[in-house]
């Protein structure tokens, strides 16, 4: 959308509710958060981004942009355990249409960092459309301070995530045997250093601690394939399911929320996600979600 | 011909290192990264010696072996890394000439000494000659020392880069593309350094006594070589113009030319550096080499009775091998590689050239040079340190780059169901048992399709009084292969709640 284009729309929207009397109604041009299903991974994130007008309602020019997918385990995109290659270069290549000055890809990985960037097949797939796809340095960690935090005061963050213009959070939907799930939030460890194990005992509180200071401009849930049991790490074909599905939101709480119906799963049953919300982490009512939805079958 | 060699030797040391780095994930096997240490002109002899066999992968050393019959020792002046970079050391700081080293020349029947023993040992199925191998000392040095050196200081110094104001772009720029061409691992820190270190100190070290003072008097491989030189009939004629003013026998790299008789070359010694020719004077140019089928007969400095003492001497020490304390408690951390022979064939047939530990540096990092504590022939050989690193599943490049198949090139299916050891929980600091709180990291990151670290959710009664579940892992020993990533990934600060043992490893006596 162009800049006039949309001065002309806003206008236009603008005096139109100004007329029906309802201002709110040109908020309501844009969901708080879509659902996709029924399709192959790029028409799934097309159809998405369409319906919040383009990722250039996120994205400005000049940006510099941080994608952050799942790219944590030395397993191929089949497995379900890293997000779907096809889906980030499809963002990045959104991303630099929309005049991204650099889009970067990173994730602090749980194996050997040069296998899980091949084997997940994200460096070749985003480097094709000129991402920077960099290996994670262990001296770019900053310690950060965390003032809202109760366990945690200070955690180090990975800087390249701290200096962006613009997050794109771009996890799988996975079982985590530990959180029950692994979505928007717990794809954020990703940019955390220092012992993350240790994140493990007090999860709830711990990974509420930090992400609450580092939430993305926008989330993007891969679930064309999902991971179903012994995630993280996965490995086993019989655990991955294909539900060809994306979850599209500007706040990670409710997308993580939404998504916990792909699990079958009460937000009761997930406490880091509950968690979340008791503390007011989603930036919308997540029982009155305004979610569009769309079958592409 | 001087110069020539000085090109030659560079030319193979800088591949020597470019095959080093090569060896590294992705490792593709067009070039395989083991070939030089195949060049070995001990590695046949012994291998043979083992086995009754000799295999076809040994082609480079028996190309050396054929032509030496006939050329001399010309490994050790043109192509052995070691020797090399004992010539750059010459080179850079000041060394004796053959006036003040004279004395050592004595000396020369230790090389022989060496290898008759490691051969006798060899009979008696001890194999040491892997130590004292040229081109296993210069990998080890090369793994251990020369690169984590390297990485620790250009590596500071790009880091050091970004820091400064103005070139903090381009500074990021250089060390990211340093970082993925040439150094793509991030730094390693392994155990045993001071022995190595030691080691090349004595190596390096010594040519403050005389020039190449290991290959003239200690090196098994130059003693094997020097035997077999006895038809070589490339040759150092000297002319009639010869002034005999004595540079060529002084300068000398390997005091082969007789203090004396500076017309005759000791052929088990010269390693064909072409330097005399290069120091015989401008204006009497009476030195030039020509082939010439005229057998004589050099003298080994090596007698009867220095040989019937090297063999007691290797008798006994056979004895004293044997020996050693077994501890049999302390073994249990002796996890080999994937693809391990049968221990007592895997300690004859590794050569501790430490290839594999190089190759899993830029993988899962867990393999470390073994120390003396279990036995003094398990020194230098590869162990498996869960705690720092781990056996990255889908990894089976130890095994590829293994110059003798002591770890055998498993297939990477095969290698993922060959279990190196077992894991164990140790349920007094493993966090759910201690605290009662939920961790688990272990089951997450455990690798096999049927996980097999499990855990049983239990409610658990706590101090003041609350219940809560909690998750409680526990190992399934028949899906366990010991990879040690729990152990690597337990949270725990020091000691780790889950340990892998040696206990069901799999050792594979052949591919098949």
């Known amino acids: 959308m162009q800049r006039r284009d949309f001065m002309k729309a806003s206008l236009i929207l603008g005096t139109g ?24 991974p790029l028409p799934l994130l097309q159809a998405a981004m369409g319906v919040f007008g383009g990722i250039q309602n996120f994205i400005s020019k000049g940006d510099q942009v941080v994608i952050k997918p799942n790219i944590g385990w030395d397993r191929k995109p089949e497995q379900a355990a890293n997000t779907n290659p096809e889906l980030v270069a499809e963002v990045v290549k959104m991303c630099y249409e929309a005049g991204a000055a650099k889009v970067r890809i990173f994730d602090r990985t749980c194996n050997n960092p040069q296998r899980c960037y091949a084997n997940s097949q994200i460096e070749s797939f985003a480097k094709n459309y000129g991402a920077e796809v960099e290996q994670i340095r262990d001296f770019k960690f900053k310690d950060y301070s965390l003032p809202e935090g109760e366990l945690l005061k200070e955690w180090p963050i990975y800087k390249d995530y701290l200096e962006a213009d613009k997050i794109i959070n771009m996890p799988i939907a996975k079982h985590h045997s530990m959180s029950r799930v692994s979505l928007g939030l717990k794809n954020l460890m990703g940019v955390m250093g220092g012992n993350r194990g240790s994140i493990h005992n007090n999860f709830t509180q711990k990974i509420n601690d930090i992400c609450a200071h580092i939430l993305p401009t926008l989330t993007i849930i891969d679930a064309y394939r999902i991971l179903l049991r012994n995630g993280p790490s996965g490995g086993n074909i019989n655990d991955v399911s294909v539900e060809k599905t994306l979850i599209m939101s500007p706040c990670t709480v409710s997308a993580d929320f939404m998504a916990l119906n792909l699990f079958d799963l009460k937000v009761s049953e997930v406490p880091h996600i509950q968690e979340a919300i008791q503390r007011g982490l989603n930036k919308f009512d997540v029982d009155k979600l305004d979610v569009k939805k769309i079958d592409l079958s | 011909m001087a110069r020539t060699r000085r090109i030659v030797q560079l030319i193979l040391l800088f591949s020597f290192f470019y095959l080093f780095l090569r060896a590294r994930y992705p490792y593709e096997t067009i070039i395989s990264s083991d070939l030089y240490l195949r060049f070995s002109p001990l590695a046949p002899l012994f291998y043979f010696i083992d086995s009754l066999e000799l295999p076809l992968f040994f082609w480079p050393a028996l190309i050396i072996l054929f032509a030496t019959i006939f050329l001399g020792r010309f490994f050790c002046g043109w192509i052995c890394p070691l020797g090399t970079s004992l010539d750059i050391i010459d080179r850079v700081f000041k060394v004796p000439s053959n006036k003040i080293s004279e004395k050592w020349v004595k000396l020369r029947w230790i090389k022989f000494a060496i290898f008759f023993s490691a051969i006798i040992l060899a009979i008696f199925s001890v194999h040491i000659w892997g130590y004292f191998d040229p081109l296993a000392i210069f990998m080890r040095f090369t793994t251990i020392i020369f690169y984590p050196l390297a990485t ?140 010439r089928w005229k057998p004589y007969h050099s003298k080994p400095d090596y007698n009867r009775r220095q040989f019937l003492g090297t063999s007691l001497a290797g008798i006994a020490s056979l004895g004293l091998l044997s020996i050693g304390y077994r501890h049999k408690t302390s073994s249990y951390q002796l996890i080999r590689p994937p693809g391990s022979l049968p ?170």
């Open chain 2, 152 to 291: 620790f200081f250009l590596e500071g110094l790009l880091i050091l880069g970004t820091k400064l104001p103005f070139l903090e772009s381009i500074s990021y720029t250089i060390f990211e593309s340093f970082k993925n061409i040439i150094m793509p691992e991030s730094q390693s820190y392994f155990l045993g350094v001071m022995g190595i270190l030691a080691l090349l100190l004595f190596i390096f070290g010594l040519e403050k006594l005389s020039k190449r003072f290991w290959c003239r008097y200690l090196c098994p491989a130059g003693a094997w070589l020097g035997l077999l030189s006895q038809f070589r009939f490339y040759e150092r004629i000297v002319g009639d113009s010869c002034p005999i003013c004595n540079k060529c026998q002084i300068e000398c790299k390997m005091n082969a030319i007789p203090r004396g008789n500076v017309k005759e070359t000791h052929k088990v010694e010269c390693i064909e550096c072409f330097n005399c020719g290069e120091k015989c004077p401008p204006n009497a140019k009476s030195i030039t080499y020509r082939f």
């Open chain 1, 17 to 40: 509710s100004l007329i029906t009397g309802n201002p709110l109604s040109l908020f309501s041009a844009q969901p708080q958060a879509v659902w996709v299903s029924g399709g192959e």
């Open chain 2, 343 to 512: 221990e007592e064939e895997f300690l004859d047939r590794c050569i501790r050239c430490l290839a594999c530990v190089r190759i899993c540096a830029s993988n899962g990092k867990c393999l470390h040079p073994a120390g003396v504590e279990r036995g003094i022939l398990e020194l230098w050989t590869p162990v498996a340190v869960m705690r720092e690193g781990y056996c990255e599943y889908n990894c089976n490049l130890c095994g590829q780059i293994c110059p003798t198949d002591a770890i055998l090139p498993l297939s990477l299916e095969i290698k993922q169901k060959t279990p190196m050891g077992l894991a164990y929980f140790d349920k007094d600091l493993c966090i759910p048992f201690e605290r009662h709180e939920d961790c688990i990291v272990c089951e997450e990151h455990c690798p096999t399709p049927d996980k097999a670290i499990k855990f049983d959710v239990k409610e658990a009664i706590l101090p003041d009084g609350n219940r809560r579940f909690v998750k409680y892992p526990y190992v399934v020993r028949e899906l366990c292969i010991g990879c040690g990533i729990c152990e690597e990934k337990c949270p725990l600060p020091n000691l780790p709640g889950v340990f892998i043992t040696r206990e069901n490893e799999k050792r594979l006596e052949s591919i098949a």
